[in-house]
């Protein structure tokens, strides 16, 4: 039997009675205020004869989606065709089509040429804003770890090479040749250049720094910058500073003090909360522990904030080439985050 039209009303019912967190961000969020933004692309035409062009804002959601429950290209196309709430949050309906993975791609990739990741973080920021939520109690700097596929170094592809060399040396009937020490063109294109590898509590990361700035009072991202992951912390935080926060407090872990960033804060008018660093060869005195332990109950906060970034046990990480689609990728991260938390405010406020 074909399902009527309140048949679909009454299953709509259904997912507000399970609390659908899709349709929450689709009460609060004016998608359309984005228009003027994504205006600036349009998808190029092979012919007048083919499908007829995606309306950017679909596509722009279907990313949204994509960033939302971080999914494979092919998975938020399937998603979107299996699931009710997801062409609910598009606007589509059961006949409607659904554009494939290539077509989000191709949109992906006309974001990261126009670089709107930025203009489109502050549009959703904005909205956030004019409905009360304006930045206040201080702000709290930091950055997380943001993990991108691993290239080998040059001296672990000699060595991969040395050793199937040996294995080739001892066994006669291995008809396996040496492994060679350079990457193929393929592999070239796959390894990013622009990520980079770090070290953190001894452990080695490749990949990015998503560094950002989050206020005290209502926990939202107010400003952010992506870079490779071996950028000093410190280096970022004039960069990250947002001029519009009610108060001059400013808190952040010791890798951020520094005499260049205390004078800076000083000459602009902000009070400094930055954890004070152990003397070389020396223990820390009792009144500097206790004064970090009283900042790290603040600064703590935005931990709560990239916890929520790897909720249900995922890392934070980005499956992309080159700095610019790992800066979309960041920024519409941190979108997600801003438009998730404001659903979580307006719920409990």
């Known amino acids: 039997m074909q399902p009527g039209f309140f048949d679909f009303d009454d299953l709509n019912d259904k997912l507000d009675q399970h609390n659908d967190p899709l349709a929450k961000i689709n009460e609060l ?21 083919g499908r ?5 804002l679909l596509m722009f959601k279907m990313i949204f989606l994509r960033h939302y429950y971080s999914l494979s290209l092919k998975q938020v196309e399937y998603q979107v065709l299996d699931r009710l709430s997801f062409r609910r949050f598009l606007g589509l309906s059961l006949e409607d089509p659904v554009p494939d993975a290539n077509t989000v791609w191709k949109y992906e ?16 920021l904005s909205q956030i804003e004019a409905h009360g939520y304006r930045p206040q109690g201080g702000q709290i700097v930091d950055a997380t770890l943001v993990e ?73 991202i107010r400003s952010y910058e992506a870079t ?25 872990d010791s890798a951020y003090r520094s005499e260049e ?4 804060l000083k000459d602009r008018g902000y009070r400094s909360h930055i954890h004070r660093k ?16 009283k900042r790290s109950q603040v600064r703590a906060r935005v931990e709560h904030v990239y916890a ?28 997600v985050y801003n438009a998730r938390r404001w659903s979580f405010l307006s719920h409990v406020g």
């Open 29 to 49: 969020v004016d998608w359309a205020a984005f228009r003027p933004v994504l205006s600036k692309i349009r998808m190029p035409r092979s012919s007048n004869k």
């Open 52 to 56: 007829p062009r995606s309306d950017t």
């Open 109 to 124: 990739e006309l974001l990261v040429q126009k670089n709107l990741t930025d203009e489109l973080f502050y549009s959703l």
């Open 148 to 220: 991108a596929p691993k290239r080998k170094t040059e001296e672990q592809q000699q060595e991969k090479a040395r050793k199937a060399q040996e294995k080739s040396d001892g066994d006669d009937d291995d008809p396996t040749p040496p492994a060679s020490s350079e990457r193929t063109p393929a592999q070239q294109r796959q390894a990013s250049r622009d990520a980079a590898w770090t070290k953190k509590h001894g452990k080695s990361y490749f990949g990015y720094k998503n560094h950002t700035s989050v206020d005290k009072q209502h926990k939202l």
């Open 228 to 252: 490779a992951a071996n950028k000093h912390d410190g280096h970022q935080l004039e960069a990250l500073i947002d001029g519009d926060n009610s108060s001059a407090d400013v808190w952040a």
């Open 261 to 264: 960033n205390e004078s800076m």
């Open 278 to 293: 152990k003397p070389r060869g020396k223990d820390m005195p009792e009144r500097s522990k206790q004064a970090n332990q």
């Open 308 to 335: 929520d970034m790897k909720r249900d046990g995922k890392k934070f990480m980005v499956r992309c080439i080159g700095q610019a689609r790992a800066e979309l990728r960041i920024g519409l991260m941190n979108m």
